[in-house]
């Protein structure tokens, strides 16, 4: 199973594509897709209090101790 090894953020600091560990470069939508269908392993679905579905990693508060792609 894939898991995440960095991110790419934009100007804003905002995370807008993930390398996976088979080395695919793939959106953030793309992400929550594989991560919803059990294709990802190490992060998880969040909900926020208006409805609006993001991604966390399971073990860390945030994904600032993934490398960042460029």
Excluded: C
Aim: charged share 20%; no cysteine; hydrophobic share 35%.
């Amino acid at each position: 199973m894939e898991t995440i090894t960095a991110i790419h953020r934009n100007y804003n600091g905002e995370i807008i594509n993930f390398v996976t560990s088979e080395g695919r470069v793939i959106s953030y939508r793309k992400a929550l897709l594989d991560v919803e269908q059990g294709l990802i392993q190490g992060l998880q679905t969040v909900r926020d209090t208006n409805g609006a579905i993001s991604l966390m990693p399971e073990l860390e508060q945030s994904f600032d101790h993934y490398p960042n792609l460029f």
